[in-house]
C-alpha cells in the first residue's frame, strides 16, 4: 500500500495467557478497524466509544461463561490495564500532547512526587469529556500545547544556540575570511574511517539462529559508511547488543563508557525477568547518565523522547517486565494484517475477510484430533523429539540432529575419554565416583583427602584415561549390579549393564543438533554462514584445591566458554544411544580477560 491511506486498527490483547502465548498473534483479537484514506485525529475517540462501552458492561456486569476444566459457568469479568500506541495516537487517546514546551526558563527545582492512584482519582473527579477534537471554548481541556523550540540535529542553528548560551566555546561556529562558518567536530564524531572500522563490526558481526534480523544487509561501507532502512527491532538490538561493541576501540573512554552505560540501561530494563531492587538503583542511575550525555552532547539531542528514559525503570517497576507492553508483537501483528489485502483498492474489507478467515482456522482445529497437525500444535522449527522416558536419562536424549551423519570409526583412547563422560555425567550410577574413590584411599593411604579429590576428578575427566582405568570402570559398574539385581528395577539394572559393557567403537559425526529449543553448529560450518551457533556457556560447581584448607576442597561456581568443534553420537547396547559435544573450552587463566569496558573477552 501506500503512505497516503491511513488504516488503524485497534487490537485487545488478554494478559491471563502462558508467557509462550500471551501477545501471540492467535490470541490477539482485532475489535475495531478504523478507516482511512485519513487519520481519524482527535476523532478517533468516537470510533473507539462502542469498545469503551463494551468494556465498561464486562467490568461492572461481566458474562456468563462456560469452564470446559470444571464443567460449569462463572461470571467473566475484565479490566482495562493499559494501552500501548506510538505517541501520536497517545496524545489523541488522552488529550494531553506529547509535544515540548520550552520558554528559556531555567528549572532548578526537584523532579515532581508521582501521583497516587487516589490522587489521580481525584483530580479527574467532575472531569468532562467531550468526544471529537477538542474546543476552544472549554477551559477544562487546556492540553493544546505547541512545540516552540525543539530542535533535533547539530547544525549551525544549534551552533549558535550554544554560543548565546555561553556554554560549549569548543563548538562555537567560527568565521572564515571566505564568509562560510566553520563548524568544530564534537568529541562524539567520528572521522569516515572510524566510521568505516565502526560498519565493518557491523557487517561482519553474527548473531545466533532466530535472535535478529541480518543487520549486515542494510550496513554500507562503501564508497560511504553508513546504516540504511534499519526496522526497529534493528536498532532495538544495535541498541543493546551491538553498539557498546562496535564503539568499544572507537569514540574517547569518556563518551563511549556513557554510551555504554545508556545501552546497559536499556538491556537490564528489557530482560525477561526484573529485580525490583535493580529497578529501585536504575531509577537512580539514569539521571546520572543524562547527566553525562548533557556534558557529552549538545541541547538539541534532548527531546521528550530522551526524556522518557528517566521514567522507564518507574513504569517498569509498577507494571512489570517491558515486553509485555511494547511494540514490537503489535509490529509483528500489522504485518500480518497487511498481507490479507488482496485488493489495494479496498484494504479494509481485505483485512477483515483475511481476519475472520484466520479465526475461523484458529477455532476449528481445537475439534480435531490431538495427532493432526494444526495451527495450536503445529512444531517450531527448533523443536527436539521428546527423548525416550522408558530408558535412564543418560539415554534420554530430547534431541536431534541435523542433516546427515558421518560414520567414524574412534580409536581406543578417544573412545575411553568419551565413555569416562558418559560414566561420570550418569546420575544412576554415583556409586561409581564412591567406589573410586575408596579404591584410590585404600592404593594411596598416606595422600591427604584433597589429594585423592583431585586425583579422582584427573581420572574422570582430564583426557589421559588409560585402558585399565576403563577396565575398574566396567568392573565397578557389573558389580554394583550383580548386589543390586534383586533390588533395582529390571529396567535400570539392564541400562547399567549396557552402560558398563560399553560403547561400540564405529560413531556417528554430526554438523549440528537441536536441544531443548535451542540450535547448535560446529565451528567449521559457520564459516560461509550468516549466524552463530557455536558458542556454548555453562556454569557448574567445581572443586577447587589450590585454595583447599586441611583436607576439605572449596567449592566454587565456575563458567566455561566453549566453541562447539565435534559432535558425536555413542551407540551402545538395545539400541541406545549418548550424543557428546566435543568443546573447546576456557574457564580460567590469561586466555580469558575483562577490559576497561566490561567486556569479557576470550582467546580460544
Not at 528514559?309 to 517497576?317: D, I, N, Q, Y
Not at 556454569?539 to 563458567?559: C, E, G, H, W
Amino acid at each position: 500500500m501506500s503512505v497516503s491511506h491511513s488504516t488503524w486498527p485497534v487490537v485487545l490483547m488478554p494478559y491471563n495467557l502462558p508467557p509462550w502465548l500471551c501477545m501471540k498473534n492467535p490470541f490477539l483479537f482485532l475489535s475495531l478497524l478504523i478507516p482511512g484514506p485519513s487519520a481519524p485525529g482527535n476523532y478517533i475517540d468516537v470510533y473507539m466509544q462502542p469498545l469503551v462501552d463494551e468494556l465498561k458492561e464486562l467490568w461492572d456486569t461481566g458474562v456468563n461463561t462456560y469452564d470446559a476444566s470444571t464443567k460449569s459457568y462463572f461470571t467473566l469479568r475484565t479490566s482495562l490495564l493499559w494501552t500501548v500506541s506510538d505517541f501520536p495516537a497517545y496524545a489523541n487517546l488522552s488529550g494531553w500532547s506529547t509535544k515540548d514546551s520550552f520558554d528559556g526558563t531555567k528549572e532548578r527545582e526537584g523532579p515532581p512526587r508521582s501521583l497516587t492512584g487516589e490522587q489521580v482519582l481525584a483530580e479527574l473527579k467532575g472531569f468532562e469529556i467531550k468526544f471529537g477534537k477538542l474546543v476552544k471554548d472549554n477551559p477544562s481541556l487546556p492540553y493544546n500545547w505547541k512545540k516552540r523550540n525543539g530542535k533535533t540535529k547539530d547544525h549551525l542553528k544549534g551552533c549558535r544556540d550554544l554560543e548565546e548560551m555561553g556554554i560549549r566555546h569548543e563548538l562555537h561556529p567560527e568565521p572564515l575570511s571566505n564568509g562560510k562558518v566553520y563548524l568544530p567536530p564534537a568529541c562524539f564524531e567520528m572521522d569516515k574511517k572510524e566510521k568505516e572500522k565502526f560498519c565493518n563490526v557491523l557487517k561482519e558481526v553474527k548473531v545466533p539462529n532466530g535472535y535478529a534480523a541480518n543487520i549486515s544487509r542494510y550496513i554500507q561501507v562503501k564508497p560511504t559508511p553508513k546504516m540504511l532502512c534499519l526496522k526497529s527491532h534493528d536498532n532495538h538490538i544495535l541498541m543493546h547488543q551491538l553498539l557498546p561493541v562496535a564503539i568499544r576501540n572507537i569514540l574517547p573512554k569518556h563518551v563511549r563508557s556513557v554510551i555504554m552505560k545508556l545501552c546497559r540501561y536499556y538491556r537490564q530494563l528489557c530482560s525477561k525477568v526484573l529485580n525490583p531492587n535493580d529497578l529501585f538503583n536504575m531509577e537512580k542511575d539514569i539521571g546520572k547518565i543524562l547527566c553525562d550525555l548533557e556534558r557529552i552532547f549538545s541541547p538539541s539531542f534532548f527531546d521528550v523522547m530522551i526524556h522518557l528514559s528517566v521514567h522507564l525503570a518507574s513504569e517498569a517497576r509498577l507494571g512489570g517486565p517491558v515486553h509485555y507492553r511494547w511494540m514490537y508483537p503489535i509490529e509483528r501483528y500489522l504485518g500480518t494484517l497487511k498481507s490479507y489485502v488482496r485488493n489495494k483498492s479496498k484494504p479494509e474489507g481485505s483485512i477483515v475477510e483475511g481476519y475472520l478467515a484466520e479465526e475461523y482456522l484458529s477455532f476449528c482445529p481445537l475439534y480435531l484430533a490431538s495427532d493432526v497437525e494444526t495451527i495450536h500444535n503445529k512444531t517450531s522449527q527448533n523443536h527436539d523429539d521428546g527423548g525416550d522416558d522408558t530408558v535412564l536419562p543418560i539415554f534420554c536424549m530430547h534431541g536431534r540432529p541435523i542433516g546427515a551423519s558421518n560414520v567414524v570409526k574412534l580409536g581406543y583412547d578417544t573412545l575411553a575419554i568419551a565413555h569416562s563422560h558418559v560414566l561420570f555425567n550418569c546420575s544412576e550410577i554415583d556409586f561409581l565416583q564412591t567406589e573410586h574413590l575408596n579404591i584410590l584411599s585404600h592404593q594411596n593411604p598416606k595422600k591427604r583427602k584433597c589429594d585423592i579429590q583431585h586425583l579422582h576428578s584427573q581420572e574422570f575427566e582430564d583426557d589421559d584415561i588409560t585402558e585399565p582405568n576403563l577396565l575398574l570402570y566396567k568392573q565397578i559398574a557389573s558389580n554394583q549390579v550383580d548386589e543390586d539385581m534383586t533390588s533395582r528395577d529390571n529396567r535400570i539394572t539392564s541400562d547399567i549393564e549396557t552402560l558398563a559393557n560399553g560403547p561400540s567403537e564405529v560413531v556417528k559425526k554430526y554438523k549440528g543438533y537441536i536441544i531443548n529449543g535451542f540450535r547448535f553448529h560446529i565451528n567449521d560450518v559457520e564459516k560461509n554462514m550468516i549466524t552463530q551457533n557455536s558458542g556454548v556457556i555453562h556454569q557448574a560447581l567445581t572443586s577447587s584445591f589450590s585454595s583447599a584448607r586441611d583436607n576439605d576442597p572449596i567449592v566454587v561456581d565456575v563458567t566455561y566458554y566453549d566453541v562447539l568443534k565435534d559432535i558425536i553420537e555413542l551407540k551402545y547396547g538395545d539400541g541406545k544411544k549418548v550424543v557428546l559435544f566435543h568443546c573447546d573450552w576456557i574457564s580460567s587463566g590469561s586466555r580469558i580477560k575483562v577490559d576497561e569496558n566490561g567486556f569479557t573477552t576470550l582467546d580460544f
